[in-house]
Nanobody, 112 residues
Framework: QVQLVESGGGLVQPGGSLRLSCAAP????????MSWYRQAPGKQRELVAS???????NYRDSVKGRFTISKDNAKNSVNLQMNSLKPEDTAVYYC??????WGQGTQVTVSS
């Protein structure tokens, strides 16, 4: 059974950085678009960033210039580098594939 496993969440102060990683089988990340979603309490899940099998990236407006999505083929992972974090970035972050696979989520809390 295919599993996506996120890691790297935690508590960080405003302006700080975190790097999320999603362990994804190479056969999944190489043929599908991989994405990071997030869901804050009481809000709908929203797309944060995505990267196609060819390496094209897309970001929601509120994270452009602060977040970077990338693939590490050597480690079979999809990463989300988050800089200049804001309290409104607080949410559970999920990794997902357009093939229908999801991770269990990792909590990111931005607070002083």
């Amino acid at each position: 059974q295919v599993q996506l496993v996120e890691s790297g969440g935690g508590l960080v102060q405003p302006g700080g950085s975190l790097r999320l990683s999603c362990a994804a089988p190479r056969m999944i990340s190489s043929i599908s678009t991989m994405s990071w979603y997030r869901q804050a309490p009481g809000k709908q899940r929203e797309l944060v960033a995505s990267i196609t099998s060819g390496g094209n990236t897309n970001y929601r407006d509120s994270v452009k210039g602060r977040f970077t999505i990338s693939k590490d083929n050597a480690k079979n992972s999809v990463n989300l580098q988050m800089n200049s974090l804001k309290p409104e970035d607080t949410a559970v972050y999920y990794c997902a594939s357009t093939l229908g696979y999801w991770g269990q989520g990792t909590q990111v809390t931005v607070s002083s």
